[in-house]
């Protein structure tokens, strides 16, 4: 069975280098998380390079716009980085799986009228945002930062204004380790800030930060590095002090099992080498595709992109699947189905069996 299945995925990874077959055809629609979205970007101008015939249109609109929309059926396909609750999924028009596609960090970015290299427990960051530390040379930032030159300037704070996964990454992990922070502010994808300002986006959040002395966000990894944004060190579970990046990304994937609906939450993941605020993030689509052609052209995209599309991920601050994760993806694509049939055929008219 599993020499069957694996002759089975080679042979699809072989037929998706033949593009002519694709060159007709079909127009795909998503929306959702801004949090990976220059990683989308990048496979979507890939893969269409490479399949001229396809043309996929992903909006990065937040990950509340992404859920509602795959929820009244206006997309093709959605983004997350929080996965659909109960609730939602019963909303739904039909059933929705989820598909982790690759791994990122929140970065706690700030001004570069902001001394670099800053460490910050969870304890710090909840009174920040929630106004109770006001000045960068308060007490408890210096206490913890003895060797930066912090000057008398005020923290201007600054949140997600819309429905963002990056906001229920970051609230998650401060309710979940500060009990005053959970009662005044709680988690979630949209939540009530007692300070600061709002931007749209985590590009709007950057730019932000770029703009205004002594400001301070959460922002995927991604658009703190592109925009040049200094960002800090936080302490994890085991209480070390871990700068976002790849490989600390990685560190909290391999520390949580996936389980079987394949999402879970990295949130202050266990592990020395773990980063706090790392996460899965998701693609949403429908389990039965209503359009055999539309369903077919977008799972074969998720097929590439599953593979040849992870080593676009490090260079542009994400890390890559582990490969066992990886390997339950597959197993989620090759059960996509249109009229109870699979969707992915490789290279002839006959289907793919997981059987």
Known sequence: MIQRRQFAKLGLLLSLGRCSRWEEVVAIHGAGATFPY???SKWIDEYQRQHPGVRINYQSIGSGGGVRQIQSGTVDFAATDVPMSHEELRGARAPVV???????????????????????????????????VRRWNDPALVALNPDAKLGDLPISVIYRADGSGTSAIF?????????????????????RWPVGSGAKGNEGVARQIQAIPGAIGYLELAYAAQSGIQYGRVRNRAGQFVRPTVASAVAAAHSVPMPPELHVSLVDAPGPD???????????????????KKGEALARFLWWALHEGQRFSTPLGYA?????????VEEALLGLRHDR???????TPRAISRN
């Open 38 to 40: 220059p990683l989308y």
């Open 98 to 132: 989820h598909l982790p596609m690759t791994i990122g960090a929140v970065a706690v970015g700030y001004s570069t009228t902001v001394p670099a290299a800053l460490r910050f427990t969870p304890e710090l960051l909840s009174d920040i945002f929630l106004g109770n």
């Open 171 to 191: 609230t998650e992990f401060l309710a979940g380790t500060n009990r005053t922070f959970g009662e005044v502010v709680g988690a979630g994808k949209s939540v």
């Open 274 to 292: 773990a980063y706090p605020l790392s996460a899965y993030t998701y693609l949403l689509v429908f389990r039965d595709a209503p359009d055999r």
């Open 341 to 347: 049939q699979p969707i992915l055929r490789a290279g």
């Open 320 to 328: 890559p699947l582990p490969a066992e994760v990886r390997g339950f």
